[in-house]
């Protein structure tokens, strides 16, 4: 990791006891605890039905705890806190025509930073950076709908880049992506500079970019350890329904 | 009904008509539709001069005259209805290649042909200059509402999503041999529009998500300012206000 | 249909204006207390579904084909004020957006097709599922009905404003029979359409389907006396708002313009009117219901002056228009407080 060191202390992501049921009734989560530190990358590993995308609903108080909390870079999620916190968490949706919502690319990657007040130069820079860090730079005028879906999950990407946040969320990034577009936004992924929680089912983009790696099994953390040595576990995976692709064997892999 | 219609009529360009700003053309457009359906119709003279205006600015904005044949097509239902009027109309008739036609109803005919053809051609030039995420802002700058203003392009931005949604799923139906051939077919296409309404209220609730995971509290940030010159609000008050004179000018003469 | 500029002169079209900007006004209010700040999203997408919608085609009968107007299927599945606004948006796209549809004539389609459609759609649709006991297919019946009625009700409000101000020679009765007859086979389908569509996502996804609120499970609490069932209280509804001072402010800037407006417009007289009396045979012409009509010729009888009769004229029909409008939202209103207290 590149930024381990002093600031790997500093704990940017906190949920402790998270339980939580849907109006109807239905039990998604059962207790979950993690810690993430600055500076991580950290896969969420789970099969469907897990919990996970109910899990990611908590992180920016979408959703708010039955039990339990949330703590980004220490500042908790309450009602009064939401608007510091949806900037300090940068959630990137499964599917990017969700996300992106305004009619230029331009426009909607200055919508969260415009939304917390930035205005004028300021927000033309965070646009502009923010585009380039996915190399999307070129496409800043055009109609998200215009691009290829692997530009528009990098688009997606951007518009949480520009708002600046603690740690990136990311639901499902490589779900239709065709193998060159996955490997480009493994690219970015990995040379992105911020704390990285990404949920998955897809173990190898999970090994190939987070050295560690929980697996969210029945509404708990039902492990948390280095992700290689997570998928070398047939028995752990079997248990929770997870599958490496046919095959594929994370020991014979290069470190 | 006019089909095709979900093609936006932008043709993209950098002349003097795409230059104006949206809000001038916006006015100019209504102001221009509202002079023709003032000028009284026995004026033929004055309908000249408006089709005229109205070619004048098709060549200022390079809009090639088949593209605004074509998109005409829209109007071919009132088309049908004005040919009827003459038959059915009331008053005095007059015969016509043997045809016994009603003298008002061929006014009317004519009338509703000339301002209706007038009133869509100035709308396909409208669209056909102006982006549709520029007519949106200048909507904004006219103070329209602006609930009514971010629908619209909530709207625009998820028409071609969801009518992509909906084309797969004609595929699907087709491909599995289905043929809408009479009203025993229609609880297959209810079923995809229901299908179809479940998708788009469960992408707007995702929207929504992610709007509000991005800081959103009801007002769309304005980060847009689309001022108008002096200059420029003169150069697009010309149409209308040429309409509205010979407009004028017919209605003092009739 | 839409219908084009040239169609109605311009006091009704300016008239029809106001109405449908006073009507959208309400709405905005409504909806924006129905959904809060989902209103622009969730609108948007249900503006594009229409949109969508009115593309399918239905097959009729033999070889012809309808599409659905979908005032009524939005009013059921999002509420009537939510519906309205997503109508009169996909009107308002189509004509800026699409040129279909006159801009002078905005007004009089989204009066008819956004606001008359829904308003009446989800006034019957309530009439039918207070009167039936609640279920499944008292929601679908009444959707039926509600569709049914909603399109020759738009027909008969056309007819109205044919008669206030149209520009062709047609008797009015004739205008009523013809799209009275029409647009009730048209209403049929839209009907039966509207009723399989409600139908196919009551049976997916119940709790989107507004005209179905009332039929939430009630809840169980289990207690050491055994299981109580309580209340499953729908989302509150959309608190009481006065509509009364955006139709009076909306009116009078209705009368303001349509006077001004006609003041001039009728300074020349109508082309038909001109004819006749050119022609010289105004004595015997025979007089059709249209000039029978109070506002026979847009002057008022018994006032000299050309231009300020005119203007009178203008103010009475924009005052009728007004009226209409105004009778069918209080009328919904007046149920909505019966109800609350009922």
């Known amino acids: 990791m590149t930024s381990a060191g002093d600031s790997g202390t500093v704990v940017s992501l906190q949920v402790s006891g998270l339980a939580y049921a849907y109006p109807d009734g239905t039990q998604a989560l059962f207790g979950v605890d993690l810690t993430i530190r600055r500076g991580e990358r950290v896969a969420l590993l789970g099969p469907n039905g897990a919990g996970k995308t109910t899990l990611v609903m908590h992180l920016n108080g979408i959703l708010t705890a039955g039990h339990g909390t949330v703590e980004v870079a220490g500042l908790p999620v309450r009602s009064d806190t939401l608007r510091e916190i949806r900037r300090r968490v940068g959630l990137v949706f499964q599917d990017p025509d969700d996300q992106l919502f305004m009619p230029t690319v331009r426009e909607d990657v200055a919508f969260g930073p415009a939304n917390l007040g930035v205005r004028g130069e300021e927000l033309d820079r965070r646009v502009r950076d923010a585009l380039d860090r996915v190399g999307m730079l070129e496409v800043a005028d055009r109609p998200p709908h215009h691009l290829s879906f692997g530009q528009r999950r990098r688009v997606a990407v951007a518009t949480v880049l520009a708002m600046e946040p603690e740690i990136l969320v990311l639901d499902e990034p490589s779900s239709n992506l065709d193998p060159a577009s996955r490997r480009e936004l493994a690219e970015i992924l990995r040379n992105l500079d911020v704390t990285v929680l990404m949920v998955t089912h897809d173990l190898p983009y999970a090994l190939e970019l987070c050295e560690r790696s929980l697996i969210l099994s029945r509404g708990v953390i039902a492990a948390d350890g280095a992700t290689r040595s997570l998928l070398a576990d047939d028995e752990l995976l079997a248990a929770h329904r997870l599958e490496l692709p046919y095959g594929f064997a994370p020991s014979a892999l290069p470190r | ?254 | 249909m839409h219908v084009p500029d040239g169609f109605f002169d311009v006091p009704v079209s300016a008239g029809a204006g106001v109405v449908a900007a006073a009507g959208v006004a309400v709405c905005l209010r409504r909806a924006r207390r129905e959904l809060d700040d989902r209103t622009a999203p969730m609108a948007g997408l249900v503006a594009a579904f229409i949109f969508a919608v009115q593309m399918l085609n239905f097959p009729v009968a033999a070889g012809t084909s309808g599409h659905l107007l979908g005032g009524a299927l939005a009013a059921v599945l999002v509420g009537p004020a939510t519906a309205v606004l997503c109508v009169a948006v996909v009107l308002l796209v189509q004509g800026f957006f699409f040129a279909d549809g006159g801009l002078t004539a905005l007004g009089v389609n989204i009066s008819l097709m956004a606001i008359v459609t829904a308003v009446v759609g989800w006034t019957v649709f309530r009439l039918v599922s207070r009167t039936a006991p609640r279920s499944r297919t008292a929601v679908v019946v009444g959707s039926f009905l509600a569709a049914l009625v909603s399109v020759p009700a738009a027909a008969l409000a056309f007819t109205v404003l044919f008669w206030l101000g149209g520009t062709a020679p047609i008797e009015v009765s004739s205008v009523a029979a013809a799209m009275g007859g029409v647009h009730v086979l048209i209403g049929l389908g839209e009907g039966l359409i509207t009723a399989l569509t409600v139908s196919s996502v009551l049976a997916v996804r119940p709790d989107l389907v507004y005209g179905a609120r009332g039929l939430r499970a009630p809840l169980v609490l289990r207690t050491a006396d055994g299981e109580i069932p309580v209340d499953n209280p729908a989302p509150s509804p959309a608190p009481k708002l006065g509509i009364r001072p955006v139709l009076v402010g909306g009116g009078l800037v209705a009368l303001l313009l349509a006077g001004v407006v006609s003041f001039y417009a009728s300074s020349a007289p109508d082309g038909l009117n001109k004819v006749a009396a050119d022609k010289g045979f105004n004595a015997n012409e025979k007089p059709h219901d249209l000039e029978n009509g109070p506002l026979a010729g847009y002057g008022v009888s018994g006032v000299e002056n050309e231009r300020l009769s005119g203007g009178l004229a203008g103010i009475a029909g924009v005052g009728i228009t007004v009226l209409a409008g105004g009778a069918i939202f209080f009328t919904v209103r007046r149920r909505r407080r019966d109800e609350a207290a009922a």
């Open chain 2, 1 to 254: 009904m006019s089909a095709g219609h979900h093609h936006a009529l932008y043709l993209p360009g950098d002349t003097p008509v795409h230059r104006l700003p949206p809000q001038c053309k916006l006015i100019a457009a209504v102001g221009f539709a509202v002079a023709v359906v003032a000028t009284p119709r026995e004026a033929w003279g004055a309908f000249a001069v408006d089709a005229l205006l109205l070619a004048a600015v098709a060549a200022a904005g390079r809009v090639p005259l088949g593209l605004v044949l074509r998109r005409m097509v829209i109007e071919v239902p009132f088309v049908l209805f004005a040919v009827a009027i003459p038959f059915i109309g009331l008053g005095e008739r007059v015969e016509v290649l043997g045809l016994s036609l009603s003298l008002p109803g061929l006014w009317a005919a004519w009338n509703i042909l000339a301002k209706a053809t007038l009133g869509v051609v100035a709308s396909i030039l409208l669209a056909a200059t102006t982006e549709p995420r520029m007519m949106l802002l200048g909507a904004e700058r006219l103070r329209l509402p602006s609930l009514l203003v971010q629908i619209a392009t909530f709207m625009l931005r998820y028409l071609s999503v969801i009518l992509d949604q909906a084309r797969r799923m004609r595929i699907a139906r087709e491909s599995r041999g289905f043929v809408a051939r009479d009203i025993r077919q229609a609880p297959v296409l209810a079923r995809s529009a229901g299908a179809l309404f479940i998708r788009s209220y469960e992408r707007g609730e995702r929207v929504h998500l992610a709007m509000l995971s991005r800081g959103y509290t009801g007002q769309m940030p304005a980060v847009h300012d689309l001022p108008a010159s002096r200059r420029q609000w003169a150069v697009a008050a010309v149409l209308p206000v040429l309409a509205l004179t010979t407009a004028v000018v017919a209605r003092s003469l009739a």
